[in-house]
């Protein structure tokens, strides 16, 4: 089975590319399921009722978020009902919405768990543990898993990669949008990345205007943040798995440039 999964979709750019080359993209990989992270989609902030569903019509089956999840308020009314929509599983209890799915990708089902740092980034419940509690249960359907680890450090990444080799088909980071060249099968067979990158803006900062941040960054003066215009890429990954045991054959980095 092969997998892909896009790195943060930011706002209009990041939408529009996929428009464009995701069809192209699924049959030059011969993909089985599109997974992405689409905390962002919404004008580079959160993600509403619409944007999900011009998400979802594209062919992606499942959006994972992060700590941007809650930024379009209206999720709120909706998250409980979409279970094509995950929040990171280690929110606090309570919290609307769910942490992981199952998703059915012809006879076979696949496990996605969501999980949110909890370096540099708001205090929630250990991810680690939460993984273990979490994985134990999707097991119980499929040997086939694939978890979004929305975090901040390249350390905490790297340790849930091995934390969970062997347990999951595959860990790959998201929220730093800049995509990493550290793809890897671990020694017990899950693939790893650090973070898989942003589809949205190619010359931004993280999606957003360059003059804002660097006005952002040479003033006291608080700035309002925008999606950048321009050329836009596709960050992703296509995860290749052994349907048979769970385990990663390969994964390969994709780093697309548009020249609109
Ligand atoms: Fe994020």
Redesign the pocket.
Known sequence: MKILILG?IVGRPGRNILKENLEELKKAYDVDLIIA?G??AAGGNGITRKVADELFEMGISLLT????VWDQKEILQFIDEEPRILRPANYLEGTPGRGSAIIEVGEKKVGVLNL?GITFMPCNRNPFFVAEEEIKKLKRETNIIIVDF?AEATSEKIAMGYFLDGKVSCVFG????VQTADEKILPQGTAYITDIGMTGPYESVLGIDKDLIIKRFTSSVPVRFEVAKGPAQINAIVVEIDESTGKALKIERINKISSQ
Request: hydrophobic share 0%; no cysteine.
């Open positions: 943060d992270n905390e962002n978020t992060g700590n941007h949110q929305h998201t929220h730093t949008h």
